[in-house]
């Protein structure tokens, strides 16, 4: 039996009114084009400088409106982007996280608040993106009495749930060919390097079809819970990133 090809998400973060719009313009031909229909993971009370690369953008909200109804999925991406807790993310790529680690109430409200907020808007958020790959049981918990039982995270290769939420793995940040699974490209149009929107085009001329949508995988998997290999495999490849981290600061500091 042939293995069924590899499928992609599409993912962007870090959007705000403060964005460098000019780089997103980079990225926004593209999903027309090929008709990719993104996650766009939005914080909703962006009070971190460096997401501050510009004075307010007065179309923001409206461009968000206009992807929406192109059929882009809005993302809660936390609420102001303040990453000052050193809780322990159920992903642990980070030291600190705005989420991880902090009074459950508190997460709830902030949750709450970043929905209100998207809401008021004009935009329907139905998944979570956290800045940093920060949260914990808690944040789940608050997540689902909010409302929300999908998120955009993990290494495994197809979505699956755990603790009454479905995660649909994040696994790349920048386009790579693979050759079965589900794989979310996660990118930065912000900080994006000159050249990644020619590679992503570059990418999507070969690989286009096989771009999907959070609403088609939802439909066409069951998410389950891993198995214990799986489970391995996603905590390995957890393992991979943090060690070549550590492998580019120790060489960045010699």
Not at 51 to 57: F, G, I
Not at 223 to 233: C, Q
């Amino acid at each position: 039996m042939t293995a069924r090809p590899a499928q992609y998400l599409l993912r962007f973060d870090d959007l705000c009114p403060t964005w460098a719009r000019e780089r997103w313009e980079r990225f926004e031909p593209l999903l027309a084009e090929f008709g990719v229909r993104p996650i766009l993971a939005v914080v909703p009370e962006n009070h971190d400088e460096g997401l501050a690369p510009a004075a307010p953008d007065a179309e923001f909200w409206q461009t968000m409106r206009a992807m929406q109804a192109a059929g882009a999925v809005i993302g809660l991406h936390g609420f102001r982007h303040i990453c000052a807790s050193r809780g322990r993310s159920l992903v642990p790529l980070h030291v600190v996280s705005e989420f991880a680690g902090v009074a459950e109430a508190t997460q709830r409200a902030w949750i709450h608040e970043g929905l209100e907020i998207l809401r008021g808007h004009g935009l329907n958020p139905t998944i979570w993106v956290a800045p940093r790959h920060g949260f914990d049981r808690a944040t789940l918990r608050a997540l689902r009495a909010e409302g929300i039982g999908v998120l955009s995270d993990g290494f495994a290769r197809r979505p699956f749930v755990r603790d009454g939420v479905v995660w649909i793995p994040q696994q790349l940040w920048a386009p790579e060919a693979k050759p079965s699974g589900l794989w979310t490209i996660c990118l930065h149009a912000n900080t994006a390097p000159d050249g990644l929107a020619e590679r992503l085009g570059a990418f999507l001329r070969e690989h286009a079809e096989q771009f999907t949508t959070v609403e088609r995988v939802m439909a066409e998997f069951e998410p389950e819970p891993l198995s214990i290999a799986e489970s391995a495999g996603a905590a390995a490849a957890v393992l991979r990133i943090n060690s070549r981290r550590r492998l580019k600061r120790w060489l960045a500091s010699g």
